[in-house]
């Protein structure tokens, strides 16, 4: 089973959320995250004084699924989180060994 | 002491005891509206509440006035009492407007627009109504009766907006093709407080229009004045959480805010009139109305983010057609006249001059701004950056 | 002019006066226990205190008024003025009761019991200790003296607040086996806010139950009651600050404001009285009472999350004790009779009430609401949507 | 009724009414600091802002009173409103000193301050200034004309504000090599809800220091000052708009505020003698020296959160000066006098004093205290503990 | 070494990590998400408009781990985030390459 | 390509962020966790309790690099991290199996 974990834009959350839904993934975990990369951050003003905030507002999701879905997903995401500006965001992969739903004690493919 | 020095005296001090309560309403729209739009556009709605004070009262003061008044003079209470009550009144209307298209307008324009509106536009339905009168002997005469503004403030207030929400449009992605997009208040104490700044401020906005305190009879009217004002404002809350109990079985506490100030705005026109129990009536209509009229003004994809045609127009309407039915000395054509003329008068002066303006300096924010919020794009201040954002 | 015409008008005007400031404390209750409970609470607290506005104040109205007073009349001020000023007062005894019992009572059953009490229970007390005195010439008969409610206000709330905590019980998860578990409050500065609107709206409280202002002794006597007021609050403040350093050598601000609070209500029965001193020591022990009421009331698993029964209750208690104290021409008996009476009045009818009424509609949230929190389950409305929420 | 007893009732009553409105100017302050600051330091600020209403009003009611003004008599209003009136100003000069060094100032020490001052340094300088006078006929007479307190409060404050910021110091990592570090107020509503309840609460500061509303003339020369008061507001707010606008593009709300009360402050030495269009211009002054006064102490390291130095100190001056130069009776010498005079007393005195409490209690919390916050060191009590902070 | 994140509900945070303390785990690092599933969200209500809250509080708990410790880790998490009711939430099971104290320079298990 | 997550105090963010520049990596995810470990919470008061916060406000750090950083990544953030007291933080390092930049649907090292 495969983590893959999209770092995107806050505002794409909706649309990715339903593509997703539309493949049949119906399981994730979202979190608000701050993001530094190309994109530069845009600048404020306090008191007279201008200043730069560094730290981006993104989403990231973390979705696992068995290794057959993998690729569908990645394209998924990118298909819906795409704006073609910089700053849209990575997809990582990495390994999962186990999973275990809570409530039932079931594990791996059945648990997702 | 002479009788007239008395009353003078009493006239003017009761004058700058309503003053300060309607003074108590600019926080209160502030507080009202940062509570009521998303937490990206806070610091813009609270400039533009700021800006709207002293742009418009500042206009009202060296050109307004005038114009509404003919003259400075007043002999019965102090001269100044009397310009800064009438001018603490000039911003209210302008509020009206701000708070409608709140979350994507641009203060540059709008700034503009509350210059005008607080210099000209709005001293020019003082005029006709309860100023100089300039119609006056002509068959557009005005003759309503309207106490504290059902219409002059609130209905005019409410026009004006109408005419901004076709020029400005609603805000980015609020009308989908799956239907409206719910976009919550974001802080629901600030929603509150200003409601309750707003209704005490109500007080002086009805009992300062008596006009005078200072004989037995005036006490009594603006004592009467002020319980009605209250009346109508509880009864207008009551329904409204009856009616969503009733339909969702949950008290939805912005829609129960709404329909109290929906009540203070019908018994505006007559409050002094009234005994004390048609209020309780006049309340519950106007409390029920703006429940409807919520989701009505979103099916013609009117986006007002904090309700204010419901409350301000609607119910400005509705109560000064109730001054006509339920007072008999009123005549209920005249209220209708009123009602039309004011209408008809703000709706298109508005829409062209907001027409003008919009021509030079769009007050709509780019929908890229709009997703970044107007705080970050219009004023460089973020509400509450330390604050994290939920998803 | 006539001398009386002079007074009628100059004391319709203060009541007016005084009404503005004691509905600056509908604000202040709401801010104060929005900013005390956890934020998933927060929608339903405030819809609370304005249901508690709107429906204890049209039951007095309607129906209170005439059980407390007996009649409409009033010669000396505006009877309008004077109807409302004492609907001012009903809402106040009911915040307590529903503050001490927010985060987990359902919104429908309180709103019956808040008609009840607005509409009978309250001005039932009145007409004993202060209106019509249904009791007189019986050995009932109450004679104590408390000018603005130290008894017939906060007492009476407290009294039914300890009715209801019986009925309704503690918070989801409050008491553990483990010990008390400490639920910190949401939001500081609406806790200093509502806390200082409530402070300004009792000099409205007090200042305005003198009753007169228009003769140079009521004069000041009015002021005097104001600036005693002030004094029993200020050193309230202090004294809990002082308890708090020494004993933890931290400044908890909300035992600080509740020590203020505490002051504030002790000096409540005889602010008129008191020279300019006995108000320090009358706050200083007010204040003291709270912050060792605060976990007293804990260890008897009353759990009041704003603190109301060692604000209110014990310092209503107090005050009433503490006129017959300090004030030669006050029985000190007389004063303990009332407080016995209105105790056991007060609290019996509020259980039997409370009871029958929670046969129907369950007060308490069951504890998957209140895990999900009261906005969700009975406002449908978040207070702070935006918000992340911490661990 | 006798014409003076008259006068009793209706100044006493004025006075209670500007007293009501003064003390709003309590959580005005608290709640324009706790905005301004970070999250971490909000309870701290809140508990300084209470701590110094009750500490320096019961020790100006005890000590300070009667050093400023010599005895308690007073026949044309009532004493007690007279005596309170005069202790709600002594809060306000220890604010603008707290809310300049905040966020780092430890509670006990300050506290001490607080009580020295209000008992002692305060009344020293009204008594030279409005009050006994103990320097007539020494060649040290101050015979500065100054309403309501341009001088005698706000420059006070603020040298007393330039005294502490070089004995406390500023806030850890403020000013770095790489140049200042921004740190932008965390809730922008409440900045905004605490300058309106200050610029209404000004209505009673300056409207109340006329003294008396019980003549015609007086009665207009009270409604003048305010509405010259609410003027200058407007015009502060408008320039800062302005300037900011056409140095960013952008509307720094907060400068905008500090304009605002930069105006008010401006005016008040002379509020009742301008006619209706010079406080247009004192008001434009005093906002424009807001926005250059702000970077310019930054400049200089003194590190001023909220920005009190720009709105008092530098307001102050400007505000008594501007009263000899645009009111022809009134010396600008003497005005220029007096302003030396305080600031050489209020500095020398307020360093000393800060100078010994800072042997025995250090003012300034440690870095790793203000790295946690002054909440949890001096408090115990976190403002928001269930909001999430963002990065 | 394993990493052990665990998707649970809020309000069993204390029960997990009393758990996980008695038997010895001392360290772990926990964050607020957001968590879409099966458990479908509540419904608000603004303003007329009744809308559905699609995402759940949820709390992620990481645990960092000997090998040998991650069964009981487990084991001891399913049994006290459990309620049985749906949405009870997620194991996840990943490796980790190294660690490192930053205070000490300790490495792998030596600074878990 | 490798993933390094770090749990650090949270004013040390910036210190961190500006090494980290200096050696050439311009992208990182950054999310504010609380942290349970050796570290003790502070005791808070509230109207006459104690109690005793447990979690402590941390900064996570994620940063993808190459294989041949890891090593570098790792030593500049224990250097600017580091205050010397407890609770500093560690950093984990894990394996990432494939990288995708939504914009341009750039993968692996050429997506970082
Ligand atoms: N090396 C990296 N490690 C972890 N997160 C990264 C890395 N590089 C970028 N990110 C995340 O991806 C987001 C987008 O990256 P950015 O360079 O701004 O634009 P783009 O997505 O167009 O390449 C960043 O805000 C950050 O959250
Ligand atoms: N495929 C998945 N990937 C990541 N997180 C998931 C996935 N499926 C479920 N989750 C997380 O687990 C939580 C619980 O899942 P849910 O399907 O609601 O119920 P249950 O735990 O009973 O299976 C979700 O809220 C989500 O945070
Ligand atoms: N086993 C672990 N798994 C996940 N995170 C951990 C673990 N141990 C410690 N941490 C994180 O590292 C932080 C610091 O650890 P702590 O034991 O307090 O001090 P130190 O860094 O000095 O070892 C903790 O607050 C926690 O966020």
Same mark, same amino acid.
């Given at each position: 089973?495969?983590?893959?974990?999209?770092?995107?834009?806050?505002?794409?959350?909706?649309?990715?959320?339903?593509?997703?839904?539309?493949?049949?993934?119906?399981?994730?975990?979202?979190?608000?995250?701050?993001?530094?990369?190309?994109?530069?951050?845009?600048?404020?003003?306090?008191?007279?004084?201008?200043?730069?905030?560094?730290?981006?507002?993104?989403?990231?999701?973390?979705?696992?699924?068995?290794?057959?879905?993998?690729?569908?997903?990645?394209?998924?995401?990118?298909?819906?989180?795409?704006?073609?500006?910089?700053?849209?965001?990575?997809?990582?992969?990495?390994?999962?060994?186990?999973?275990?739903?809570?409530?039932?004690?079931?594990?791996?493919?059945?648990?997702? | 002491?002479?009788?007239?020095?008395?009353?003078?005296?009493?006239?003017? @001090?009761?004058? +700058?005891? $309503?003053? !300060?309560?309607?003074?108590?309403? #600019?926080?209160? &729209?502030? *507080?009202?509206?940062? %509570?009521?739009?998303?937490?990206?556009?806070?610091?813009?709605?609270?400039?533009?509440?700021?800006?709207?004070?002293?742009?418009?009262?500042?206009?009202?003061?060296?050109?307004?006035?005038?114009?509404? @008044?003919?003259? +400075?003079? $007043?002999? !019965?209470?102090?001269?100044?009492? #009397?310009?800064? &009550?009438? *001018?603490?009144?000039? %911003?209210?209307?302008?509020?009206?407007?701000?708070?409608?298209?709140?979350?994507?307008?641009?203060?540059?324009?709008?700034?503009?627009?509350?210059?005008?509106?607080?210099?000209?536009?709005?001293?020019?339905?003082?005029?006709?109504?309860?100023?100089?009168?300039?119609?006056?002997?002509?068959?557009?005469?005005?003759?309503?009766?309207?106490?504290?503004?059902?219409s002059v403030i609130h209905s005019t207030g409410g026009w004006a907006l109408l005419a901004a929400l076709l020029i400005v449009g609603s805000r980015r992605g609020r009308y989908q093709e799956r239907g409206v997009k719910v976009i919550p208040a974001s802080n629901i104490p600030l929603v509150v407080l200003g409601a309750f700044l707003?209704?005490?401020?109500?007080?002086?906005?009805?009992?300062?229009?008596?006009?005078?305190?200072?004989?037995?009879?005036?006490?009594?009217?603006?004592?009467?004045?002020?319980?009605?004002?209250?009346?109508?404002?509880?009864?207008?809350?009551?329904?409204?959480?009856?009616?969503?109990?009733?339909?969702?079985?949950?008290?939805?506490?912005?829609?129960?805010?709404?329909?109290?100030?929906?009540?203070?705005?019908?018994?505006?026109?007559?409050?002094?009139?009234?005994?004390?129990?048609?209020?309780?009536?006049?309340?519950?209509?106007?409390?029920?109305?703006?429940?409807?009229?919520?989701?009505?003004?979103?099916?013609?994809?009117?986006?007002?983010?904090?309700?204010?045609?419901?409350?301000?127009?609607?119910?400005?309407?509705?109560?000064?057609?109730?001054?006509?039915?339920?007072?008999?000395?009123?005549?209920?054509?005249?209220?209708?006249?009123?009602?039309?003329?004011?209408?008809?008068?703000?709706?298109?002066?508005?829409?062209?001059?907001?027409?003008?303006?919009?021509?030079?300096?769009?007050?709509?924010?780019?929908?890229?701004?709009?997703?970044?919020?107007?705080?970050?794009?219009?004023?460089?201040?973020?509400?509450?950056?330390?604050?994290?954002?939920?998803?």
């Amino acid at each position: 089973m495969k983590r893959v974990e999209a770092v995107i834009k806050p505002f794409k959350l909706e649309d990715v959320k339903d593509a997703l839904a539309e493949i049949g993934i119906t399981g994730m975990t979202v979190s608000e995250v701050k993001g530094y990369g190309r994109q530069k951050g845009h600048s404020e003003l306090y008191r007279g004084a201008e200043y730069v905030v560094d730290f981006l507002p993104k989403i990231k999701m973390e979705i696992v699924v068995d290794d057959e879905n993998v690729e569908q997903v990645i394209k998924t995401i990118v298909e819906a989180a795409r704006t073609g500006k910089i700053g849209d965001g990575k997809i990582f992969v990495s390994d999962i060994e186990k999973i275990i739903r809570i409530r039932t004690g079931e594990t791996d493919s059945e648990a997702i | 002491m002479l009788e007239t020095d008395f009353k003078y005296i009493i006239d003017t @001090f009761f004058t +700058l005891f $309503s003053i !300060t309560l309607i003074i108590f309403m #600019v926080p209160g &729209f502030a *507080m009202l509206e940062a %509570g009521l739009v998303r937490t990206k556009n806070v610091s813009a709605v609270l400039t533009i509440n700021i800006m709207i004070y002293a742009v418009a009262s500042l206009a009202f003061l060296l050109i307004g006035y005038k114009i509404a @008044f003919g003259s +400075l003079d $007043s002999t !019965t209470s102090s001269m100044w009492a #009397v310009i800064m &009550f009438q *001018m603490a009144f000039v %911003g209210k209307s302008i509020n009206i407007v701000s708070g409608g298209v709140s979350e994507r307008v641009r203060i540059i324009p709008l700034s503009i627009f509350t210059f005008i509106m607080g210099a000209f536009i709005y001293p020019t339905v003082v005029n006709f109504s309860w100023g100089a009168d300039m119609l006056r002997d002509t068959f557009l005469d005005i003759k309503m009766y309207d106490l504290a503004g059902s219409s002059v403030i609130h209905s005019t207030g409410g026009w004006a907006l109408l005419a901004a929400l076709l020029i400005v449009g609603s805000r980015r992605g609020r009308y989908q093709e799956r239907g409206v997009k719910v976009i919550p208040a974001s802080n629901i104490p600030l929603v509150v407080l200003g409601a309750f700044l707003l209704w005490i401020g109500w007080f002086g906005f009805n009992g300062g229009s008596v006009g005078s305190i200072s004989s037995v009879e005036s006490a009594d009217l603006v004592a009467k004045t002020i319980i009605n004002t209250n009346t109508a404002g509880l009864c207008g809350a009551i329904i409204a959480g009856v009616i969503m109990y009733i339909r969702y079985k949950l008290f939805d506490i912005t829609m129960i805010l709404n329909g109290a100030l929906g009540g203070l705005v019908a018994v505006t026109a007559a409050a002094n009139l009234y005994d004390m129990y048609t209020p309780i009536l006049v309340g519950f209509i106007g409390g029920g109305l703006v429940v409807f009229a919520v989701p009505l003004f979103d099916k013609l994809k009117l986006d007002d983010p904090v309700g204010a045609l419901s409350v301000h127009l609607v119910n400005g309407i509705w109560g000064t057609l109730a001054a006509g039915i339920f007072i008999p000395s009123i005549s209920l054509m005249a209220q209708l006249k009123g009602i039309v003329l004011i209408g008809v008068f703000t709706f298109s002066v508005s829409y062209i001059v907001l027409f003008i303006i919009n021509k030079f300096f769009k007050f709509r924010a780019d929908d890229e701004a709009q997703l970044m919020g107007m705080d970050i794009n219009e004023c460089g201040v973020e509400a509450y950056p330390e604050f994290k954002r939920a998803i």
